[in-house]
């Protein structure tokens, strides 16, 4: 598969625990933030997303909190499985008329261990 | 099945051959874009299209050009490739009302 990245921060958790990655952003501006998750050799997939007006997004067994007083982004997995390892990019949208474009973070390292 | 292709995968070429890669987007999305993605740097946009024929320029545009003649399809063009630009690419895709990009699989290029 794809070499990611070489130089990423790396979590490493056991099979069935929580795990909790971090980002920071610097765009106070930014009203819109995104979770992606990269497998080795595939494009990033959407995780879930949140808007500035919330601080706290569940979907299935992923929790985003967003602390726009500190400019910290987390996700969170519950019960990580062996398939969760990858790397976890976040990326922040500033706010309307900046445009589309997605400022992305670099990465974390997910690996679980069975 | 909705999804981003992107052709080639892989790619392995000279310095100041031209290359195009591909991509195409079943959704009818508005937004396309291109990205790059290397070591430490994370994803960076390249060029990003609003629309067909509307074109502009991401953070690192320099050596691409792109171009959106029909909604599904959005080419990068690399019209003297270099050394530099040996990365790893990704093509996304979003409907015009929507903050979600879905991406392609990705494009390996190696640029001797």
């Known amino acids: 598969g794809e070499s990611v990245g070489l130089h990423l921060p790396t979590l490493s958790v056991q099979e069935g625990d929580n795990s909790i990655i971090n980002c920071a952003y610097s765009n106070s501006a930014s009203d819109y933030f995104i979770w992606y998750k990269q497998e080795s050799g595939k494009g990033p997939q959407f995780i879930i997303d949140i808007r500035s007006n919330m601080d706290k997004r569940q979907g299935q067994r992923v929790t985003v909190l967003l602390n726009k007083t500190v400019k910290h982004l987390s996700l969170q997995i519950a019960a990580t499985q062996p398939g969760d390892s990858a790397v976890y990019f976040c990326?922040?949208?500033?706010?309307?008329?900046?445009?589309?474009?997605?400022?992305f973070g670099g990465g974390t390292r997910l690996m679980v261990k069975p | 099945e909705a999804q981003v292709t992107q052709n080639p995968r892989y790619l392995i070429t000279v310095t100041g051959k031209k290359l195009t890669v591909t991509c195409s987007q079943n959704?009818?999305?508005?937004?396309m874009s291109w990205y790059r993605q290397d070591p430490g740097l994370g994803l960076r946009q390249i060029y990003y299209s609003m629309n067909v024929e509307v074109t502009d320029k991401g953070d690192v545009p320099e050596g691409y050009k792109v171009s959106r003649k029909e909604k599904r399809n959005f080419p990068l063009i690399l019209e003297s490739p270099s050394p530099n630009q040996t990365s790893l690419y990704f093509c996304?895709?979003?409907?015009?009302?929507?903050?979600?990009?879905?991406f392609g699989p990705g494009t390996r290029l190696t640029v001797l």
């Open positions: 990326a922040e949208k500033e706010g309307p008329g900046a445009g589309n474009m997605l400022t």
């Open positions: 959704m009818n999305h508005e937004y």
């Open positions: 996304a895709s979003k409907a015009g009302s929507t903050d979600t990009q879905y």
